[in-house]
Nanobody, 119 residues
Framework: QLQLVESGGGLVQPGGSLRLSCAAS????????ISWFRQAPGKEREGVSC???????IYADFVKGRFTISRDNAKNTVYLQMNNLKPEDTAVYSC?????????????WGQGTQVTVSS
C-alpha cells in the first residue's frame, strides 16, 4: 500500500509559523515529485509547492518568500515550512506523489491536515 500521511496543522495567529510533514509508507519519497495542495472553504484546490526528485522546488506566487519545501530522505518525509502565515492561508493542506508537480496521475494522496490562521 502506498500511503502519505500529513501532520503538523493547527491553529496559529497571523504572522506565526507551522511546519507540515508528509510522511510516506510503501515507497520512498525521493522517487517522485511531491506536491503540496490546499483547499480553503468555498474554493477549489490549488497547488502550493512541489519538490522534485532532483531536489528542485517550485512555489505558487502567493507563498513565495514565506513557505519552504524540503525533503528528508532518511525519514522518508517531505516538509512544508510555513512562515508569516496569513488568514487567507487557512485551508486543508494535502500532499501527493506523482510523476510531475501538481498534475496527476498521483501514486498516493494524503488525507490532509487543517491549518487555521486566526487571531
Amino acid at each position: 500500500q502506498l500511503q502519505l500521511v500529513e501532520s503538523g496543522g493547527g491553529l496559529v495567529q497571523p504572522g506565526g509559523s507551522l511546519r507540515l510533514s508528509c510522511a510516506a509508507s510503501g515507497f520512498t519519497l525521493d522517487q517522485y515529485p511531491i506536491s503540496w495542495f490546499r483547499q480553503a472553504p468555498g474554493k477549489e484546490r490549488e497547488g502550493v509547492s512541489c519538490i522534485r526528485d532532483i531536489g528542485r522546488t517550485i512555489y505558487a506566487d502567493f507563498v513565495k518568500g514565506r513557505f519552504t519545501i524540503s525533503r528528508d530522505n532518511a525519514k522518508n518525509t517531505v516538509y512544508l515550512q510555513m512562515n508569516n502565515l496569513k488568514p487567507e492561508d487557512t485551508a486543508v493542506y494535502s500532499c501527493a506523489a506523482g510523476s510531475t508537480c501538481f498534475r496527476g496521475p498521483f501514486a498516493s494522496w494524503g488525507q490532509g491536515t487543517q491549518v487555521t490562521v486566526s487571531s
